[in-house]
């Protein structure tokens, strides 16, 4: 993979497991971070299929192509905007009393 933002999301991946484990959120707190980490690298797949596909499809400047490259870089976003808040919501409590705040 030489994709720069697919190995951004799997570093990212790492550090929430390890998280998840250093804090022991609950097996329905697993379950949500779990479908999170899914949902990001899932968009970032489809957006990658997209890219390969518009490129193989035409070198050339297509305004179509260039719309659909950027609707599916603007799901990435949302699906990484989504999980963000997701772990925040897990995991800033769980630092909080870990912390003793």
Do not use: C
């Not at 991946?13 to 379950?31: N, Q």
């Not at 890219?51 to 799901?75: M, R």
């Not at 919501?89 to 630092?95: A, E, R, Y």
Request: net charge positive; glycine share 4%; aromatic share 12%.
């Amino acid at each position: 993979m030489k994709e720069h933002n697919v190995w951004i999301h799997l570093f990212i991946t790492v550090l929430v497991l390890f998280f998840s484990w250093w804090l022991k959120i609950s097996r329905a707190e697993w379950i949500i971070v779990l479908f999170a980490i899914g949902l990001v690298l899932m968009a970032e797949g489809f957006n990658t299929a997209i890219e390969y596909l518009g490129n193989a499809i035409s070198k050339e400047k297509n305004k179509n192509i260039q719309k659909a490259k950027d609707v599916a870089a603007g799901a990435v976003l949302i699906a990484a905007i989504t999980s963000a808040i997701i772990g925040l919501l897990v995991f800033v409590p769980k630092i909080f009393d870990k912390l003793n705040f």
